[in-house]
């Protein structure tokens, strides 16, 4: 990627989640509107409240990170240095653009967090040292 075309925080996108309910025992249907195919999607079960998922930057692959239960936080970090925090629930999505750096943590108990993907498993696709990742500035 071209110095100049390089994605920024900016270019991270918030999709409100809209809630449906009905009847108390029939519960909330969610809908997200998202605008892209995907190819992939895996979820996040189980994790610790001091564990960590993700930690790493993916070269071509854009991800859509929902909360289908409890919440997290999703910590991104573009080329620039330039930081943003998006707190993951039922109610928000986040697209992330390649060559941002993702981090998902303070997992609430009995969270779970899906990921959506617009490719399928590459394993050369991900970098996982920030300090590869910062060469491509």
Not at 4 to 17: A, K, M
């Amino acid at each position: 990627m071209a110095k100049s075309t390089l994605p920024r925080i900016n270019d991270c996108e918030v999709f409100e989640v809209i809630s449906h309910e009905g009847k108390p025992a029939r519960g909330k249907l969610h809908v997200a509107e998202l605008r892209k195919s995907f190819r992939r999607a895996f979820w996040f079960t189980c994790v610790g409240q001091n564990e960590k998922r993700g930690d790493h930057s993916l070269r071509l692959t854009t991800q859509v990170f929902l909360a289908l239960t409890g919440c997290a936080d999703l910590v991104l970090e573009d080329l620039t240095g330039a930081t943003e925090t998006f707190h993951l629930t039922p109610e928000v999505a986040v697209e992330v653009p390649p060559m941002i750096w993702r981090t998902v943590e303070r997992f609430t108990r009995g969270a779970i967090i899906v990921v959506f993907c617009d490719s399928t498993y590459n394993p050369s696709e991900y970098i996982q040292t920030k300090e590869i990742w910062r060469r491509f500035t």
